[in-house]
Structures are given as structure tokens and as C-alpha cells.
């Protein structure tokens, strides 16, 4: 709280973030199975029908669970692209079936192999990101280490050419109003079990 005893926008983010973390860890597992199958159908609506690049990342326990998209999207074709965490950075890697993994400073799995260029990321189709939730202008909350942030200012926006920007979240994260700063990007969507939801600036 500031000095004057206002809630500022650091503090406001803190006390969401951990009303989402705490809502997350109390999901059982079969909860989050059932949802992460429900966002794989949903998310693979997304994709081209034909061969197309995503990027996606690979969840942690607690997440909303990606693998199951992964999956589908490498089955049907569409090449996937998943982060890794490199200083300040994230680098994209190709993910394949032959994908080695190690885990990284933050606990998530991350794949060994050759960085691409970041420049390949404006040609992407689609860019899932994680986060904690959105609000109704798609206004994104993520875990605090603005990695996703630096990377998606300096992509194109789909407007502009750029990717479909998607986050990842369970139903009850998408809010009416979530506590933003002026360097906190927007999505184009929102994947939940329960469906897809667009926004507009």
C-alpha cells in the first residue's frame, strides 16, 4: 500500500496474483485434465487447417495445461515453437518428437537445441502465452517477470501482420478489470475450457 494509504498498481497485481495462484493450487488433478483437454479443442480452432508455426510454452503443474494442444497441433501437422529461458530472455526452439528437455531456472521443462531467430516470431500464425488472468479489453496479467511482455512488444500485432496473440487461462480468469501498467501487453484472445473469447482495444 503507498504511503498515503492507497492501494497502488503494484499492490493491486500482488493480491490478485496471489487470489489466482491460490485458486489454482486448490484444483485437483482430474479438474485440470478435463480443462486441459477442453482448451485443446478449443485452441486447435484457432490453428489454419492447413500446416502452420505456433508457439506455445510448456505449462507448469499448476497452469492450465497446454500439452494435450501440443499434441494434437503436432499430429495434425502445424510445426510448435516453445520458449526457454535465457538471462532476461526468452529464446523459441522447434519442439519435436526427438525434443530433449532440462529444466530451467524458473522449474519448467525447457527443450535443448538450436535457438531460432527471434525474427521468426512475427510470422508466427498463433502465439499462445501463459498468464493469470485478462480483463475485458485483453489486457494481460502474467506471473511478474515480464518475459512475455518484452517479447510481445516487439512483435508485430496481428493488425499489423503479427501473430494471433492467445492466452491461456482457466474460465474464472477472465475478468471484468485487472490491474494493468502502461508496459503490460495486450492479447487478441482468450482460450478457457470453456471457450474462446476475443477482445477488442
Not at 14 to 32: G, Q
Not at 33 to 45: E, F, K, M, S, T
Amino acid at each position: 500500500m503507498g504511503h498515503d494509504g492507497v492501494v497502488t498498481v503494484t499492490d493491486a497485481k500482488a493480491l490478485l496474483r496471489a487470489e489466482i495462484r491460490a485458486a489454482r493450487e486448490a484444483r485437483s488433478d482430474a479438474d485440470r485434465a478435463v480443462a486441459a483437454r477442453a482448451i485443446a479443442d478449443n485452441a486447435l480452432r484457432l490453428l489454419p487447417d492447413q500446416r502452420s508455426s505456433i508457439s506455445a510454452y510448456l505449462s507448469l503443474p499448476t497452469e492450465p495445461g497446454v500439452d494435450a494442444l501440443i499434441t494434437d497441433a503436432q499430429a495434425a501437422g502445424h510445426d510448435v515453437r516453445v520458449p526457454r529461458i535465457t538471462g532476461r530472455d526468452l529464446q523459441w526452439v522447434d519442439l519435436t518428437r526427438d525434443s530433449v528437455f532440462a529444466t530451467g531456472p524458473l522449474g519448467i521443462r525447457e527443450p535443448l537445441g538450436p535457438a531460432l531467430d527471434s525474427s521468426t516470431l512475427a510470422s508466427l500464425d498463433v502465439m499462445l502465452v501463459p498468464g493469470l488472468a485478462v480483463d475485458r479489453r485483453g489486457r494481460r496479467l502474467g506471473q511478474g517477470g515480464g518475459f512475455f511482455d518484452r517479447v510481445l512488444a516487439s512483435v508485430p500485432s496481428h493488425a499489423d501482420g503479427g501473430p494471433l496473440v492467445a492466452i491461456v487461462l482457466f474460465d474464472d480468469e477472465v475478468r471484468d478489470w485487472v490491474p494493468v501498467e502502461p508496459h503490460d501487453c495486450r492479447v487478441d484472445v482468450a482460450v478457457t475450457p470453456g471457450g474462446i473469447v476475443w477482445f477488442t482495444a
